[in-house]
Nanobody, 120 residues
Framework: QVQVVESGGGLVQPGGSLRLSCACSTSENIFSWHDIGWFRQAPGRERELVAAISSNGITNYTESVEGRFTISRVNAKKTVSLQMNSLKPEDTAVYYC????????????WGQGTQVTVSS
């Protein structure tokens, strides 16, 4: 299993930007085999998958963030970033990252997450 630590959250005004980072504690080889996803959970709502990047670099996004968020990975650094632009109040949530091997489920253990608050 891949252990993850999220960072980079904070308070930002609507229209602003933040860059989240997901650092993974595993070898570079094992990290490179994994898809990585960024999820978020707002108060009173289900956790949702926001963006994901596959082991071979294919990305996908939920519709509400398409064109505003960009997910990227650097295998040599075992990190995945989520660049968030044009932030909206509805993006306010705790953001988590997780990993999975191709064709498998996301790991059951979750990190602490990082709080993103978009407010004026």
């Amino acid at each position: 299993q891949v252990q993850v630590v999220e960072s980079g959250g904070g308070l930002v005004q609507p229209g602003g930007s933040l860059r989240l980072s997901c650092a993974c504690s595993t070898s570079e080889n094992i990290f490179s085999w994994h898809d990585i996803g960024w999820f978020r959970q707002a108060p009173g709502r289900e956790r949702e998958l926001v963006a994901a990047i596959s082991s071979n670099g294919i990305t996908n996004y939920t519709e509400s963030v398409e064109g505003r968020f960009t997910i990227s990975r650097v295998n040599a650094k075992k990190t995945v970033s989520l660049q968030m632009n044009s932030l909206k109040p509805e993006d306010t949530a705790v953001y988590y990252c997780n990993a999975r091997l191709r064709g498998r489920s996301w790991y059951a253990n979750w990190g602490q997450g990082t709080q993103v608050t978009v407010s004026s």
